[in-house]
């Protein structure tokens, strides 16, 4: 199984980076996306990544928390991160962490949603996959994607936790899926009737947005990409199906989308 999203260079795994590989490939994780939020963390995760090459791959971009007053002159080094790293990883790189958050604060929403159509137009340009954080925001994020959604390759909408209505909003963008993390495992949540309600397995991929978002039986506690098992395993649950289905299912959507092939 694959963790699509996973903040391996975060400080919180800076003592023990090298267990937390090992005890996730113990539990069957294959593959690990580590998206960047800043410019600092996109040279961490290329860092990281060229560590532990074929097993962790790298995501690039300005995470809408991270959208400040200076976005403008953090944004082309961004890219230029992105495409001087393209040829040598070749297409297993994505763009991301990127997207929209009003969620804390409203102070920067218009460089938010400026900053975050310029990375989608990275997108289209260069033909590489978004991993898209949404928080209090699915109108606007939206109807920015409309705008290029015949031109867009695709991507995931990570820490997806909405209703029926979201999901088929978000399922009309052809490529897209949804990122299933934690949550699904919070005793309240009502995911474990919506998504079997509304989406096909072959739009689902797992993650764990480690360090955070534990899955129970580990909520409260650091999350690491060896959690995600848990998530598998309410994830079939829920669908009735067999951990190995929704292994099969979601790698094959990991290669469709993501380039990640294991
Ligand atoms: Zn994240």
């Known amino acids: 199984m694959i963790d699509t999203h996973c903040h391996l260079d975060g400080e919180e795994f800076a003592e023990d980076l090298e267990a937390v590989i090992a005890r996730a490939k113990e539990a069957g994780v294959t593959a690990i996306g580590v998206p960047g939020i800043d410019l600092k963390s996109c040279n961490s995760v290329l860092a990281l990544c060229q560590r532990y090459p074929g097993y962790c791959f790298p995501m690039l971009g300005l995470h809408p928390e991270e959208v400040k007053s200076d976005w403008q002159d953090v944004l082309p080094r961004i890219k230029y991160s992105l495409?001087?790293?393209?040829?040598?990883?070749?297409?297993?790189?994505?763009?991301?962490?990127?997207?929209?958050?009003?969620?804390?604060s409203r102070e920067f929403e218009q460089e938010q949603l400026l900053a975050f159509e310029e990375q989608?137009?990275?997108?289209?340009?260069?033909?590489?996959?978004?991993?898209?954080?949404?928080?209090?925001?699915?109108?606007?994020?939206?109807?920015?994607?409309?705008?290029?959604?015949?031109d867009l390759p695709g991507g995931v909408f990570h820490c997806f936790t909405g209703n029926e209505l979201e999901a088929k909003e978000l399922l009309q963008f052809d490529r897209f899926v949804l990122g299933i993390g934690g949550v699904l495992t919070f005793k309240k949540s009502h995911l474990p009737e919506v998504l079997p309600a509304v989406v096909p397995l072959d739009r689902i991929v797992l993650e764990t947005d480690a360090p955070y978002m534990a899955p129970v039986p580990m909520r409260g506690k650091r999350n690491e990409p060896a959690f995600v098992a848990y998530v598998l395993e309410r994830l079939a649950q829920a669908y009735g199906v067999s951990k190995e289905e929704v292994v099969r299912q979601t790698d094959a959507n990991c290669e469709k989308i993501l380039n990640i092939n294991v």
């Not at 495409?83 to 929209?100: Q, Y």
């Not at 033909?127 to 939206?142: F, G, T, Y």
């Open 83 to 104: 495409t001087s790293n393209l040829l040598p990883l070749t297409s297993k790189i994505s763009i991301g962490e990127v997207g929209l958050d009003f969620y804390w």
């Open 120 to 150: 989608v137009r990275w997108s289209v340009e260069l033909q590489l996959p978004l991993m898209i954080h949404c928080r209090k925001a699915q109108n606007e994020m939206v109807s920015i994607l409309k705008r290029y959604r015949d």
